[in-house]
């Protein structure tokens, strides 16, 4: 009688920011290549509307910084679990559906990994967030459910799904030699999520580990918020934001907030809200502000300005402060970013976050003291202020850094070879 060779399985780390995938290979976890050699793939989408292609990756963002016309969408995930994820917008003078968005991402990333795997992908561990969605659980199962059968629409036949701090935990577990007990803290574009979990060599042979994980918490706070709270403090004002009208009334906000999420800067391209803005800024007290703004709308350039407050952010990480080079808004400005400025920023961020991690030491009735290590993963976990808020909370474990961008993809294949050998 013949035997059955199942399908191969993979882990696939859908992410706000960046996706990765991998597989086991050897009985190790092998990270994909997914574009130029490089195993992450940036979670962008450009439509091209000169030669009506479509990019992906940093193809596609190299595409949009280089001027090309088009439509550029990226934090794709953060639709999931929100009221958008049914809707549509225009591009390129046709509809698209959110959900068919999402399908065409994660259909090329499908597209990818099975090329170099040589044989289609026909089970898959995606990781996910703590919670989609905060305190709407109905709304959280929707989002696993959406992606679920967006999965299984492109060809998986069996698809589960693990939190990715867990998932990161599982990689770093390959790595140790005796039991620790691990606060696994994973900052990634949009979620701050932790896991409490015991690992050890001789655990991680265990098929079953659900008394190894003491508690799971979660808060939709993540790297596309610090960009936000980046850009409101040190980069909108010049564009207007606080700014008077002549009637004495403050600039209406919503355009700034819009412009500063990844997720919404494409409805500041409205014909309505360009008319608002232009109508507005007849009224304004500093009509230089509002220039640049108008500027930036007719150019279509706010996903330029949130790529340039992006890349700040990242060098604030090592530097006391960071210049911003705004010609394309007007000849010769610049502006300086300070880290203390983004610190006081992101002050309520950081506050929501420390209280996550003390809810969940709480409820898994664990002292601080009994912690060993802090395991930090995630784009997002290299904010110096975020690492030292969280250390805090812990002062005797020691602080451990993985693999930023790979380690969740890497652990989600390992559980994927547990769960589908």
């Not at 595409?63 to 934090?75: C, D, I, P, Q």
């Not at 090592?318 to 394309?328: G, I, S, W």
């Not at 809810?359 to 912690?371: E, M, Y």
């Not at 993809?409 to 070879?417: D, I, N, S």
Request: one cysteine or more; charged letters at 25%; proline letters at 3%.
């Amino acid at each position: 009688m013949a035997t059955t060779i199942p399908a191969p399985a993979c882990g696939i780390d859908f992410g706000t920011s960046n996706s990765t995938a991998a597989r086991m290979c050897a009985g190790r976890a092998e990270l994909m290549p997914l574009e130029d050699g490089k195993v992450t793939l940036p979670s962008v989408v450009f439509f091209n509307a000169e030669d009506e292609q479509t990019r992906y990756g940093r193809a596609g963002l190299t595409e949009y910084l280089a001027g090309y016309e088009g439509r550029l969408m990226r934090s794709l995930k953060s639709l999931l679990g929100s009221s958008l994820i049914d809707g549509q917008t225009e591009v390129n003078g046709r509809a698209l559906r959110f959900r068919e968005l999402l399908q065409q991402f994660i259909g090329e990333l499908k597209h990818r990994i099975d090329r170099h795997n040589g044989q289609p992908f026909e089970r898959a561990v995606f990781g996910r967030p703590v919670f989609f969605v905060d305190d709407d659980s109905v709304a959280d199962k929707a989002a696993e459910d959406t992606l679920a059968e967006i999965a299984r629409d492109l060809g998986f036949r069996e698809v589960s799904f693990q939190y990715e701090p867990i998932a990161a935990a599982y990689h770093y577990e390959t790595t140790i030699q005796k039991e620790e007990l691990v606060l696994v803290a994973d900052i990634g574009g949009g979620t701050s999520d932790f896991s409490l979990i015991r690992l050890s060599p001789k655990r991680a042979h265990h098929a079953e580990r659900k008394d190894d994980v003491l508690a799971n918490g979660g808060v939709h706070i993540g790297g596309t918020d610090f960009d936000r709270q980046l850009s409101l403090a040190g980069v909108m004002p010049l564009l207007g934001y606080r700014s008077q009208l002549k009637s004495g009334r403050e600039m209406p906000s919503n355009i700034f907030f819009n412009l500063a999420t990844w997720h919404t800067i494409n409805s500041a391209y409205t014909r309505q809200t360009m008319a608002e803005q232009r109508e507005l800024a007849l009224d304004a007290a500093e009509p230089q502000k509002t220039a640049r703004l108008i500027k930036l709308l007719d150019k279509r350039a706010g996903h330029w300005l949130a790529n340039e407050v992006e890349h700040a952010k990242i060098a604030l990480s090592d530097q006391a402060n960071a210049t911003l080079r705004l010609d394309t808004l007007e000849t010769g400005l610049e502006q300086i970013l300070e880290r203390s400025t983004f610190e006081t920023a992101s002050v309520p961020l950081l506050d929501r976050v420390a209280d996550t991690v003390a809810a969940l030491l709480k409820d898994a009735g664990i002292a601080a003291g009994d912690i060993d290590t802090i395991l930090f993963t995630g784009g997002s976990s290299g904010i110096p202020r975020l690492r030292a808020q969280i250390a805090a909370l812990l002062p005797q474990a020691r602080a451990v850094e993985c693999d930023l961008f790979g380690s969740i993809g890497a652990g989600l294949a390992v559980e994927a070879g547990r769960r589908y050998r």
